[in-house]
């Protein structure tokens, strides 16, 4: 969830989607994305749209935690209002942040219950929370399991305390692997681990030791991303006042490199660049849907969307957010209406990213011939482009920015 919105176009109050974004829908999975953006500190890498306690002092009740889950369901609801009778139940629910799980289990519960209401949930609906590990216990793990939810995200990052430190992060070592027992016992389905490399200050030996926790934890999912030092944070501060080095792109290459052969090693396949899991059922369906290009809905401050072609994003403060769903008009910023060649150009960027690829006919005449080059100089996958597919191979996974430039042409 970036903190910086882009321009565009005014929202309907009442939040209407044009006609032309609803047709189709019945052949389209719908998912729903819920912000929560709260945080109890502010890690100095983070650049998404999240508030500490101290930054909404003086706000005003209105962007309160207390009362945010009945305001997300105003949303919901105004959702339900604007999709009109579209009658496809919910595929996946994914509730991001922030930190989700400083809101009380119940309210979590009280926000899937909306969409259950509104929507209705599909029978094998994938329902996800992110959580921070010192945030949650065992009941509170059990309440949310009891209240429909089958899939847990526990930002690690790190093993090793010094890394952790430079990061901002607040948990302690071993914290997130015991949180993994403890979601299983509450009866989760599936349950992730996400990871950081690249950290200031962090070895192969601590990435090493970060990927053995992480898998010896027993996870059925891990998500590995190369740390990105945003400007605005306290992070790229602290580098650009030399009191930590930066990390350079090869030593990213060889801790992607390590990641692939060590979650590889211990049966985890990857289908997204930064995703591996242990089995198809393990993957997240509801990052496939944007990796995909599907419909979701998202709901809270900054929360973005799309249906049908049409893109839209909410108000960033939690405060301007509420107020204007008390007031009955749909929180939206902006939107825009993307074109076919929009579409396309995202599904090439996106669809490259995972393990089936892009179909190559997408690709106009230069992107066929940047494809063919790409398969001579082992960046793509044989096997697949004879079907029909551009598919990256372990190296064309490294160098993935550069070949997805080359096939957009």
């Not at 706000?59 to 339900?80: F, M, P, Q």
């Not at 052969?261 to 496939?288: I, P």
């Amino acid at each position: 969830m970036p903190s910086a919105l882009p321009d565009g176009e005014p929202v309907p109050a009442d939040g209407a989607l044009p006609a032309s974004a609803l047709a189709g829908a019945a052949d389209r999975p719908l998912g729903f994305y819920l912000h929560v953006p709260y945080c109890a500190t502010r890690c100095g890498y983070c650049d998404f749209n999240t508030y500490t306690a101290t930054e909404l002092r003086g706000t005003g009740g209105l962007a309160s935690r207390d009362n945010y889950a009945e305001t997300l369901v105003d949303e919901i609801r105004l959702a339900r209002k604007a999709l009109g009778d579209d009658p496809r139940p919910v595929r996946t629910v994914f509730v991001g942040g922030g930190t989700p799980t400083l809101l009380a289990a119940g309210d979590l519960v009280r926000m899937l219950g909306a969409i259950r209401e509104e929507f209705g949930l599909a029978p094998d609906a994938e329902v996800t929370t992110e959580a921070n590990p010192e945030s949650v216990d065992p009941a509170y793990l059990a309440e949310l399991r009891a209240g429909g939810f089958n899939r847990i995200s526990f930002g690690m990052q790190s093993a090793r305390q010094h890394v952790l430190k430079v990061l901002d992060r607040t948990h302690t070592p071993g914290r997130p692997e015991a949180c993994v027992a403890e979601a299983r016992a509450a009866g989760f389905d599936h349950v992730n681990l996400d990871l950081i490399y690249g950290t200031p200050g962090e070895s192969d030996d601590d990435w090493r030791a970060s990927l053995d926790a992480a898998i010896g934890a027993g996870p059925d999912h891990v998500s590995a991303y190369a740390l990105i030092v945003e400007e605005g944070t306290q992070l790229a501060r602290r580098i650009r006042r030399g009191e930590v080095p930066m990390t350079d792109d090869d030593v990213h290459a060889d801790r992607y490199l390590i990641a692939e052969e060590m979650l590889t090693g211990a049966g985890f396949s990857w289908y997204e660049v930064s995703n591996w899991a242990t089995s198809e059922a393990g993957r997240c369906l509801h990052n496939e849907l944007y990796w995909r290009g599907a419909d979701w809905w998202g709901a809270g401050p900054g929360a973005h969307s799309h249906v049908g072609g049409v893109r839209w994003w909410n108000v960033k403060h939690p405060g301007a957010y509420a107020a204007a769903l008390a007031e009955g008009r749909s929180p939206g910023a902006g939107r825009e209406v993307l074109s076919s060649e929009d579409r396309r150009v995202e599904r090439i960027l996106l669809e490259l990213r995972l393990l089936d690829g892009v179909p190559l006919d997408l690709l106009r005449e230069e992107g066929l011939a940047a494809a063919r080059r790409a398969l001579s100089e082992g960046l793509l996958r044989p096997e697949p482009f004879e079907k029909g597919h551009a598919a990256l191979t372990l190296r064309g996974r490294l160098l993935a920015d550069a070949v997805v430039r080359d096939l957009v042409d």
